[in-house]
């Protein structure tokens, strides 16, 4: 059961796996079933399963304000959020995550699956 393999995982099923002492859900995706599942240790396991070796502060600034604006809004934010509240290009934010920001980001920031939000 493996939620990091490098492409998108749409034909496998959901999956538990241990991290940082716990069980976590992730679906077929590797998104998490469960947003308060996240930790920033498992952010950290996911990010370096994922080929991101080297986490920055701006890597840091876009994951924790995309988890606030979930928290608080109830939805991910748009790019136009995202870029006003990070002070970051979204083609610079494409590429600090492997998969870019819908499949790599979201995916690390324990963001729901876009195909599952309403």
């Known amino acids: 059961m493996d939620a990091h393999s490098g492409d998108h995982q749409a034909d496998h099923g959901p999956c538990v ?3 940082d002492g ?3 859900l992730f679906d077929g995706e590797g998104f998490f079933n469960d947003f308060n599942d996240w930790s920033e240790a498992v952010f950290e396991m996911l990010a370096r399963e994922r080929g991101l070796t080297q986490i920055t502060d701006q890597h840091w600034r876009v ?3 995309m988890r606030e604006y979930y928290a608080y809004h109830g ?3 748009l790019n136009r959020q995202l870029k006003e ?3 970051l290009s979204v083609m610079a934010m494409e590429k600090f995550f492997p998969d870019g920001l819908k499949h790599g980001a979201r995916r690390l920031s324990g963001l729901p699956n876009p195909k599952t939000c309403n």
Do not use: D, E
């Open 75 to 77: 939805r991910a934010p």
């Open 85 to 87: 509240g990070t002070g």
């Open 17 to 19: 796996r241990v991290m």
């Open 63 to 65: 994951i924790r304000f």
């Open 22 to 24: 716990r069980k976590i």
